[in-house]
């Protein structure tokens, strides 16, 4: 599919949805790719940064190197694994294949955004990322639903590949409306050296999410973090997960996730180290805030030494929000809400995830606006 | 229709905030048993009283934080009753609490923390006289990092000090405001303390387990909270000196040299 000169031949309504996933205006990014139900209406690199990243279908990737297909496509998911992957493997109508060159910096976030904006669709998609060799980069991934279309479904396969050295930050913000059904599938594979870090937020009473992303840790000191903000409400079903397959030398995982369950919300943070190999540490650290009795949440934490140097670790609280903190603000003149959703607004702070302060600050403002309604 | 006497009308008018035989439940046991007294305007009073004897109650319960049942007791503020209302209110009336251990609040900036206290949104700006303030209280590193999550005793001190300022108060009740604190920083938390009650001619409670913060402010009254009362309104450097000499329970027996409206 060959990309399109201009960004505004995106429509504007979908635009407008993108920005509440972090998704902006095509000159404050370093490339963007636009997916709307089952094809791809935009992919291109601004060209300050061509040469340095390269952003496209992934029909049209597959179509230009024939090592995509021969490295890449399945080889870190594999296409048996279950239902939802076959009809991936058989359906999928597109998906971004983005590539960081070796040795390129991208200072400036590239940016994709899948869109569904017709009732009942299911839309099917598999995207390819591949940081080569010394590369480093951060990517913002939107996935986003026209917010009066109702029962539709995401399933998109991901695989990412982290080379030698290189540094991926990849930030997901899911914007999707209230009836949708949501499967991520995704497995990312880290050499010698590599650094991914996933920052993932759903801030949208999504009807039911699932995910279990899975870190090869494959090269010598290799590491992975998994960051996520979960916020649940209006009967949402997030299933959140993340698991390490530390196999490389000194190889480290670290997994940080904030759950916020209310209005009768559930949600489920599963988080999987496995140290398989010597001298491999990793962290687990789940909080969760329970802001009424009709919502859930629940930590599945689950640690595996395989190796007498492996170190792992992990900490857990789920509760109610301390009266303690509320009655502290409430003698510095907040009333009770204010103080409530400043403590909620503070628990999710996304300063954990160390962001580049662009993309910091337009996710502070996504969590105001989603804690505020 | 109430009766007012004399002495009654002197209270009012130089009382910012009067305690009248206050009685107060903690987990269903009674820890003060009938406190009464009266805070001057303009002036600064001292607390002292041995650990577990209900100074902290004593602050909290007139702040009204939940957990404190005021079992009988009035608490006025400039003569009215507000014995009953919330936290909220009683902060919004002016009447400022400092804690002797704040809660740590992840995720929240010191920041916008503080520009709530000045009543301004996260999103202004501090002004110059604001920025050399938190300059002064050598905060100004801390701004953007969580409140007190990572503070020594010292810096949480000086962060409670300077909301309590930035509130603009006109009763600020102050739980020892000089535990775990430098010399230096002492020193600059009375003088803050000392001309900002001047300045605003309200009035200051500070608990307190040491003499030294006496040096750096002009505190007028001292008194012993003991066996869940008030003893001893008088000096209070000679009140800590008896305590030094005689211990709190020694302390009491002298009960000539009340002043009288305390």
Request: charged share 25%; net charge neutral.
């Amino acid at each position: 599919m060959a990309s399109k000169e201009e960004l505004t031949r995106v429509p504007q309504k979908i635009l407008e949805e993108a920005a509440k996933a972090g998704i902006t205006a095509e000159k404050e990014r370093a490339g963007s790719f636009f997916h709307v139900d089952k094809a791809t209406i935009y992919a291109g690199v601004n060209k300050l940064f061509v040469g340095k990243a390269e952003l496209m279908d992934i029909k049209a990737a597959m179509q230009k190197y024939t090592w995509v297909n021969e490295d890449y496509v399945w080889k870190a998911v594999p296409r048996e694994t279950d239902m939802l992957t076959r009809k991936v493997w058989e359906y999928y109508t597109g998906g971004y294949f983005l590539r960081i060159i070796r040795n390129s910096e991208v200072t400036v976030p590239l940016q994709t955004c899948l869109t569904i904006t017709q009732k009942d669709l299911e839309q099917k998609v598999h995207n390819i990322i591949v940081a080569e060799e010394n590369s480093k980069a951060h990517v913002i991934a939107g996935c986003l639903q026209h917010p009066e279309v109702r029962g539709a479904a995401h399933i998109g396969v991901t695989e990412i590949y982290v080379k030698r050295g290189a540094t991926l930050n990849l930030t997901m913000v899911h914007n999707w409306a209230e009836d949708t059904f949501v499967r991520p599938i995704s497995a990312v594979v880290i050499e010698n050296g590599g650094t991914f870090i996933s920052n993932y937020i759903c801030l949208k009473p999504v009807r039911n999410l699932q995910m279990y992303p899975v870190a090869y840790c494959n090269g010598e000191e290799s590491r992975v973090v998994f960051n996520s903000i979960l916020y649940g409400h209006k009967n949402a079903l997030l299933d959140v997960g993340s698991k390490a397959i530390l196999k490389g030398k000194g190889s480290r995982a670290e997994m940080i996730s904030r759950a916020v369950s209310r209005q009768g919300s559930k949600i489920i943070v599963r988080g999987s180290i496995e140290g398989n190999a010597p001298d491999c540490k990793g962290h687990l650290e789940c909080k969760g805030l329970i802001m009424d009795d009709d919502s859930h949440i629940q930590s599945i934490p689950e640690l595996t030494a395989r190796k007498r140097s492996v170190e792992i670790t992990h900490e857990a609280a789920v509760g109610k929000i301390s009266e303690k903190e509320i009655a502290y603000l409430m003698t510095r003149k907040l009333s009770r809400d204010q103080a409530v959703s400043l403590i909620v607004r503070g628990f999710m702070d996304v300063s954990i995830m160390g962001l580049p302060e662009a993309i910091s600050s337009e996710i502070s403002r996504i969590v105001e606006m989603a804690t505020q309604a | 229709m109430i009766h007012m006497t004399a002495a009654d009308e002197t209270k009012l008018l130089d009382g910012q905030l009067t305690v009248e035989n206050l009685r107060v439940k903690v987990e269903g046991r009674l820890i003060l048993e009938g406190v009464s007294f009266n805070l001057k305007s303009g002036e600064i009073h001292i607390l002292f009283g041995p650990n577990g004897s209900g100074k902290t109650t004593l602050i909290n319960a007139i702040m009204g934080l939940p957990g404190y049942e005021i079992v009988s007791g009035r608490i006025l503020f400039m003569g009215e009753d507000i014995t009953q209302k919330s936290v909220e209110e009683k902060a919004k009336m002016g009447i400022a609490v400092s804690f002797q251990n704040p809660p740590e609040i992840a995720g929240v900036k010191l920041a916008d923390l503080l520009k709530l206290c000045l009543g301004k949104s996260p999103r202004d700006e501090f002004s110059e006289d604001e920025k050399q303030l938190i300059e002064r209280f050598n905060l100004t590193g801390f701004l953007s990092r969580s409140v007190h999550v990572g503070f020594s005793g010292g810096e949480k001190k000086r962060s409670e000090i300077l909301q309590m300022l930035f509130l603009k108060p006109k009763v600020m009740l102050l739980d020892e405001p000089d535990s775990g604190v430098d010399v230096e920083s002492l020193k600059l938390i009375a003088g803050e303390i000392q001309r900002y009650v001047q300045n605003s001619r309200g009035t200051a409670l500070i608990i307190t387990h040491k003499g030294d913060i006496m040096e750096h402010l002009n505190a007028k009254y001292g008194c012993v909270l003991l066996n869940g009362q008030i003893y001893c309104f008088s000096d209070p450097k000679r009140v800590y000196e008896d305590i030094k000499r005689e211990g709190y329970e020694g302390c009491i027996k002298c009960q000539q040299r009340s002043i009288a409206g305390w």
